[in-house]
């Protein structure tokens, strides 16, 4: 498909006849998104060989896309005044071509594509010059530029690197349906001080916190604001909490699915309070032993070795150099060893020495530019961790043990004691945990709060039940 819009690039044809086969290909393309998404959405991180080059071809068609509605841009006075033909259009086309590319990007755990935003900034520019309101609204078409810029924006301004294929689809399709409560701003706003963000469109930038980096006194700046667009995600993640059904609400299914409240909750936090670094970084160069996953972190904690049958390295277990790190956390990257099954919001645990015990992380974000390079940001919830299984009081006679981690209380991060469990595992508020090696310690517990939850754990704090069976 690449190479036939290349040829077409090439080829001698009238404008109008050149814009009716281009629309052919944006059909085409976005064809194969929805399938190769639904791939994406299954799929674990960094992805395999195949279908990385399968997304990164794809991504390289919508830009070949965009680039060609770009050429017709060129002369927007030539364009016929229709609704499917005139400038505005055109560029939420474009708008759109590149919309599909970063949310493929993000899912591939990539960079977003070289000059999309300067592109970006542009279109949506080209569409205000040209707004023709009777002509942009076309039933079951998409083609307000400004929606969707605003839904470039606001992904951006979320920090997809930190969000799962899976939420990352979430976080896209809810903004397909209320990006419209984006606010672009000419100045930011006095009374939403330390809230908005702002960007250079002149240059290749998506938005920027001011708190992350002040914006300049000169240049072509634009703001923009998601208050309006939190507080509405706000309300509606309180009626889903309520019981209220995602469909009610005009929400994606995948909302009401496990860890769908707590991706939108963590999208709320970045759109209606712009994160910043708490603690200064020390900068490192020193290799550190992985164990990626929660499973895998268990069977070495409950047996002090890799499983039956296989070698260290089978059993997740990799090698990383540590890039950074702070009190909270770590950026490292990948060094040597398979790595399978990464995902933001997972579990890994390192240590420098093997004779030293394993620090548990949480994935905060994942940099993958190609299958050779990883890059994680890694949030420090426990120096050490004990193997347990956990059995909750909810009156399943059917229940069987799940294996978790249980925490020490650190002072700095948590009162009480922990535990970490897969994502669903919580049905009730009062639990036993097994632990010791013949199973024989038992313990009942009440939970406190849940802490932490994404699509793949839960973190939450308990005491002793004071009302023990």
């Known amino acids: 498909m690449s190479g036939e819009l290349a040829a077409l690039g090439r080829a001698s044809l009238e404008d109008t006849h050149y814009h009716r086969i281009l629309d052919l290909f944006y059909d085409r393309a976005h064809r194969l998104s929805r399938v190769l998404k639904t791939r994406l959405i299954e799929a674990s991180l960094p992805l395999g ?11 390289a068609v919508h830009q070949h896309v965009a680039a060609g509605y770009e050429r017709v841009l060129l002369d927007p006075d030539r364009l016929a005044h229709s609704k499917r033909r005139n400038a505005g ?34 279109l949506a520019k080209t569409a205000r010059e040209h707004y023709e309101p009777a ?75 001011p708190n992350r980096r002040i914006p300049p006194d000169h240049g072509d700046l634009l703001y923009c604001s998601f208050q309006l667009l939190s507080r ?14 995602a469909g009610n609400l005009r929400l994606p299914e995948r909302a009401n699915m ?47 070795e890799a499983p039956e049958g296989a ?21 490292v990257m990948h060094v040597a060893g398979e790595v399978d099954g990464l995902m933001p919001g997972s579990v890994i645990a390192l240590r420098p020495e093997p004779d030293k015990p394993w620090n548990v992380c949480i994935v905060r974000w994942m940099k993958s530019e190609n299958p050779e390079h990883i890059e994680l940001g890694l949030e420090l919830i426990a120096p050490a961790a004990r193997s347990v299984q956990i059995m909750f009081r909810n009156g399943d006679p059917a229940q069987l043990p799940t294996p978790g981690l249980l925490l020490p209380a650190i002072p700095a991060l948590r009162e009480h004691p922990a535990l970490l469990a897969p994502s669903g595992t919580i049905s009730a508020r009062r639990f036993f945990i097994v632990s010791g090696e013949d199973k024989t310690h038992v313990m009942q517990g009440r939970m406190l709060s849940l802490d932490q939850q994404t699509g793949e754990i839960e973190l939450f704090q308990f005491e002793p039940d004071p009302y023990p069976m």
């Open 232 to 245: 509405l995600l706000d309300e509606q993640v309180a009626a889903l909490e309520g019981g209220m059904p």
């Open 135 to 209: 002509a942009t609204v076309i039933p079951g078409l998409s083609l307000d530029a400004e929606k969707i810029y605003k839904e470039l924006l606001a992904l951006a301004a979320a920090q997809p690197e930190g969000f799962s294929p899976a939420e990352i689809a979430l976080a896209s399709e809810y903004l397909a349906q209320f990006s419209a409560a984006v606010n672009l701003l000419p100045a930011p706003a006095p009374e939403e001080e330390g809230s908005w963000y702002w960007m250079d469109i002149s240059r290749d930038m998506g938005p920027v916190p």
């Open 311 to 331: 070698e260290a390295s089978d059993a997740h277990m990799t090698e990383w150099m540590i890039l950074n790190e702070s009190p909270s956390g770590y950026a």
């Open 49 to 59: 060989k195949e279908l990385r080059a399968m997304a990164a071809l794809l991504v």
């Open 89 to 122: 259009a055109v560029a939420a086309r474009a708008l759109r071509s590149l919309a599909e590319s970063l949310e493929i990007s993000s899912m591939m755990a990539g960079p977003p594509p070289t000059d999309l935003w300067r592109r970006a900034h542009a």
């Open 258 to 304: 496990p860890g769908g409240i707590a991706a939108l909750k963590r999208l709320l936090t970045h759109w209606a309070h712009p994160p910043h670094r708490q603690h200064p970084r020390r900068h490192n160069n020193f290799r550190a032993q992985v164990c990626i996953g929660l499973t895998e972190l268990w069977q070495l904690l409950e047996r002090g």
